[in-house]
């Protein structure tokens, strides 16, 4: 992956969940299971572009 660019599926995930937040702002009407799958995807996101990096980082530092 090169630096900074997202895979194309967590980038179209990203594009619906900016759709729910549009609609939420614009108060067209999010319901509880829009909500579920915005924090999901804020979840999974972060989970993507922090703790996978960390986790595998301290991996590579245990001895073999």
């Known amino acids: 992956m090169k630096q900074g660019v997202l ?3 967590l ?3 990203a594009n619906e969940i900016r759709i729910v937040g549009n609609d939420g702002a614009h108060d067209d009407g999010v319901n509880r299971e ?3 799958a915005a924090r999901m995807f804020c ?3 972060l ?3 922090i703790t996978l ?3 595998i980082e ?3 530092q245990q001895p073999a």
């Open 47 to 49: 989970r993507y572009l």
């Open 34 to 36: 829009d909500l579920k």
């Open 43 to 45: 979840d999974s996101f």
């Open 53 to 55: 990096p960390k986790e």
């Open 7 to 9: 895979p194309a599926s």
């Open 58 to 60: 301290l991996r590579r």
């Open 11 to 13: 980038g179209d995930w």
